[in-house]
């Protein structure tokens, strides 16, 4: 069963911007809660790190995203965001939500150079 969604990849220019969705029911977890990561997996290599937000709201980011991502929780909406602008060809790569042990299936995010 997967407890989180993710949503908002797409394909997209180099500088572009997408916005990803992280969204799961209260059921099984309340975000204000826990901290949440976004990760990413590029063909080839391995899953890293992009950013994350702790229950406390502190944020922290990737050396490679800092100035350009943004992560930010909406409580009401128990839902997490990453806002990804200036985008370029290396941030292409599946991005997946991380809460506890639980992963989302993953969104495809493509910028084309």
């Known amino acids: 069963q997967v407890l989180l969604v993710e949503s908002g990849g797409g394909l997209v220019q180099t500088g572009g911007s997408l916005r990803l969705s992280c969204s799961a029911s209260?059921?099984?977890?309340?975000?204000?809660?826990?901290?949440v990561a976004w990760y990413r997996q590029a063909p080839g290599k391995q899953r890293e790190l992009v950013a994350g937000?702790?229950?406390?709201?502190?944020?922290n980011y990737a050396d490679s995203v800092k100035g350009r991502f943004t992560v930010s929780r909406d409580n009401a909406e128990n839902t997490v965001f990453l806002q990804m602008n200036a985008l370029k060809p290396e941030d292409t790569a599946v991005y997946y939500c991380?809460?506890?042990?639980?992963w989302g299936q993953g969104t495809q995010v493509t910028v084309s150079s």
């Open positions: 209260r059921i099984f977890f309340v975000f204000s809660r826990n901290d």
């Open positions: 991380n809460c506890r042990r639980s």
């Open positions: 937000i702790s229950s406390g709201g502190r944020t």
